[in-house]
């Protein structure tokens, strides 16, 4: 028999949030990693705010919800704040309750200062990889790094000379027609009204120049995981140094190895990862110019373990810019748009983390 297309509302629910999620859900994995990492920084939390005046949002319901925007693609806060509303998977992993109620998504830009001050975006890329059970998937001696570029949220339109007055950009409106064509524009004479700290940048001959940050990570290679990241400004020198400070940030065995490809063939980079006792894998350049790489290390079947390794590194790019929305970053400023890439990272690593911590006996 057809049952009525009727709708049946119940004064009270007998069901608790809890019951609503399923007991093999990913997300009930990834919780309890995250849950853990958050209480180890209960202590830089509690620095972070005052003693007096009104309780504010919790930051581990804060972060868990950032946590749900880099997940599921989450255009914005304010869309992320109409999901809670709804979504009780949702609220079950920020830690609401079934009549708890939202907070305005301006919470966020008001909090974000109070998170960058502390580090939070490290701080917790650091607790979620010093967990007893996830540094049993670390490797202590070989590594990738490699950068990719994150695009500005300003437009070409706003890279403007800096010696020019403001309000001297003729009619219009915003939004004016211009010309770029013949016009000779530079990182050392023209600068984004919208966002400053953004720079000019050309990835390879025949691309196209873009506003732009450089986004870099430290790769462990046994399983693929994130163990460093930074975010720079983009300049011909930014991938090599930045390698070297991740590096360095990063305890490592007395001896290891570093992936990378042929825009780290640099003499100079070369011999400053061999005074850190690291073993430069490096892709031979020999397009112009001699390599600085040489038979001492291609002839050894570990650097060609390491060139196959290394490619694996483009794997986190690719998910931090699709799913997690950074191929273009909504924020200003090279702290904000890194705190973002740092944070994204450690989401990269939450998402893997099950299946691999599954995978082992």
């Excluded at 005052?50 to 989450?74: N, W």
């Excluded at 830690?95 to 939070?120: H, I, Q, T, Y």
């Amino acid at each position: 028999m057809r049952g009525e297309d009727g709708r049946s509302g119940e004064l009270f629910s007998y069901l608790s949030i809890e019951d609503r999620v399923p007991d093999g859900h990913p997300l009930r994995r990834i919780r309890s990693i995250v849950d853990a990492a958050l209480a180890g920084l209960s202590d830089e939390f509690e620095a972070l705010y005052s003693h007096t005046g009104r309780p504010s949002i919790a930051p581990e319901k804060l972060l868990r919800a950032l946590l749900l925007q880099a997940f599921y693609t989450v255009r914005s806060e304010r869309q992320l704040m109409e999901q809670l509303e709804y979504n009780l998977l949702f609220r079950w992993f920020v830690g609401l309750g079934m009549d708890s109620p939202v907070w305005e998504a301006s919470v966020f830009s008001k909090n974000r200062d109070r998170l960058l001050a502390g580090e939070v975006a490290q701080r917790f890329l650091a607790a979620v990889l010093s967990q007893p059970k996830v540094t049993t998937l670390l490797s202590g001696e070989h590594f990738s790094v490699d950068g990719t570029l994150i695009e500005a949220w300003a437009g070409h339109k706003s890279f403007k000379p800096k010696d020019e007055p403001p309000g001297s950009g003729g009619g219009g409106g915003r939004n004016a027609e211009h010309a770029f064509h013949g016009e000779r524009r530079t990182n050392d004479t023209h600068a984004s009204t919208t966002d400053p700290e953004a720079r000019l940048y050309r990835k390879g001959n025949g691309q196209a120049a873009e506003l732009c940050y450089m986004g870099h990570l430290l790769m462990e290679n046994r399983n693929g995981l994130i163990v460093g990241a930074s975010l720079t400004q983009a300049t011909g020198t930014a991938e090599r140094e930045a390698a070297l400070d991740l590096l360095d940030a990063y305890p490592r065995r007395r001896r290891s190895t570093a992936g990378m490809d042929k825009a780290y063939d640099v003499a100079s980079f070369v011999a400053a990862l061999r005074q850190r006792r690291v073993t430069p894998h490096v892709a031979q350049n020999t397009t112009y110019r001699r390599s600085a790489i040489d038979g001492r290390t291609t002839q050894h079947a570990g650097y060609a373990v390491s060139q196959r390794l290394r490619k694996r590194i483009e794997e986190p790019f690719g998910w931090m810019k699709t799913i997690a929305g950074l191929r273009q970053t909504k924020h200003r400023g090279a702290e904000r748009v890194g705190w973002t890439f740092t944070f994204a990272a450690a989401a990269y690593n939450l998402i893997r983390l099950p299946k691999l911590l599954g995978a082992t006996p």
